[in-house]
């Protein structure tokens, strides 16, 4: 099954996860489990019991764990989508700096990020493809 | 005959909106960008159209993965803020325009764009942020607002062209509408930011201003990027500029320039903003 046009090779692309049929498919229950946090009196359900809470929801194992251990980049690779996965971040109280940090897989610090983007953010140069940098 | 008063693209960053919720805009991280936005908001103050179309998208808050459609339009007399999981935007209930709403879905689709309907759509900040970004903190919005939310989540995406076209079936449309009024369209979102993996973070200036300088003199140059083009270019994210392609269809062949700001960054992202005029 081809899920993707050929003209459009997000394969080649470092650090990045795409939110196609595959993806869609992997991470249904895990965002839909994030969606529900926009409703005032889950988020009370959620921060009362955790575990309890994301039970209820089509969720593999792995991907349980990745949220009570706040695996940010591992909740991607398992199916998760950033706009998603961001509710529990807002949950917690973190803002896109301090989990784009976290997703960047090399122990960047939050203050290392900030100054990253204040210094004109992570250079497009030796990113565009994998095997020319070490997002790959 | 309703008239196509002025096109705008800005980026939709939920950290300015939050900027000037809890009043950050003196802030060392924020006088720049602020500074920036002084004359577009001089301009807006004194060129208010009767309905603004915000071609936005929605980011997990009134839509979901159940049920995705490539372009929705918001036929209610009212949007409410939506709760994106930190509690709904304290700013004022957007009013719709049912009327030009409708007639826009119905000349769209008898022009062969299939256009989603809603009518109970909480809308976030994709299309809140660009409200604040002109008009600041009013009591209330100066301006009716048709949504029109385009998904640029799910691969695969409207294409740049299709867009375009989109743009161009709007014109139309617009230039349809039997009522004497001034419609302003706004492209939102982008331009070049990555939020999700590895590669969080990366901007991309260059091809953000390449494509603003299109947007004035080649549109045409902008309907040729693939979706890979954009994701890889101007990160995952930064594919929500296909959204200006929307705006950009709407105006004239030839368009003036009237403002231009850029400034990195906001939070992870690129800000651009660029108001356009159709040529005399």
Request: aromatic share 10%.
């Amino acid at each position: 099954m081809t899920e993707v046009a050929p003209e459009n090779d997000f394969e080649s692309i470092p650090g990045t996860y795409v939110q196609d049929a595959a993806h869609y498919q992997n991470g249904y229950g895990l965002n839909m489990f994030c969606m529900s946090l926009n409703n005032a009196e889950n988020r009370a359900q959620f921060k009362e019991d955790e575990t309890a809470y994301i039970n209820q929801f089509d969720m593999s194992n792995a991907q349980r764990k990745a949220v009570l251990e706040r695996d940010w980049l591992g909740m991607l690779q398992l199916g998760g989508n950033i706009y998603y996965t961001f509710k529990i971040a807002a949950f917690d109280g973190l803002n896109m700096q301090q989990i784009g940090a976290k997703m960047s897989g090399t122990g960047m610090s939050f203050e290392d990020f900030q100054n990253m983007m204040l210094n004109g953010g992570r250079p497009i140069d030796g990113n565009r493809f994998k095997g020319e940098s070490d997002n790959g | 005959m309703a008239n196509i008063f002025s096109g705008m693209g800005t980026s939709h960053i939920p950290a300015v909106g939050a900027a000037i919720d809890h009043g950050k805009q003196g802030e060392d991280y924020w006088q720049g960008y602020f500074k920036g936005l002084e004359p577009a908001r001089a301009w807006h103050a004194q060129n208010k159209p009767d309905v603004v179309i915000i071609v936005y998208n929605d980011h997990a808050s009134a839509f979901s993965l159940e049920q995705i459609s490539t372009f929705t339009i918001g036929v209610s007399d009212k949007f409410l803020p939506a709760d994106e999981g930190y509690g709904p935007r304290k700013v004022p209930a957007v009013q719709g325009h049912p009327a030009l709403a409708w007639h826009l879905v119905e000349s769209l689709v008898l022009d062969e764009f299939d256009m989603a309907i809603s009518n109970n759509m909480p809308v976030d900040h994709g299309l809140t942020v660009p409200l604040s970004v002109a008009y600041d903190a009013p009591a209330e919005w100066p301006v009716k607002v048709i949504p029109l939310c385009v998904n640029v989540i799910q691969y695969p995406q409207p294409t740049a062209k299709r867009c375009h076209d989109l743009g161009i079936a709007i014109r139309k449309a617009i230039q349809s509408y039997g009522e004497d009024i001034n419609v302003s369209i706004w492209g939102t979102g982008g331009l070049s930011h990555q939020l999700q993996g590895e590669r969080a973070g990366v901007i991309n200036s260059d091809f953000d201003n390449t494509f603003m300088d299109n947007l004035v003199n080649d549109p045409i140059a902008n309907t040729k990027l693939t979706h890979a083009d954009f994701v890889r270019e101007a990160g995952s994210e930064g594919i929500e500029m296909i959204m200006w392609n929307i705006m950009r269809g709407a105006m004239a062949p030839k368009v003036e320039e009237l403002y231009r700001f850029y400034h990195v960054p906001v939070s992870n992202t690129a800000y651009g903003l660029q108001i356009l005029k159709d040529s005399a």
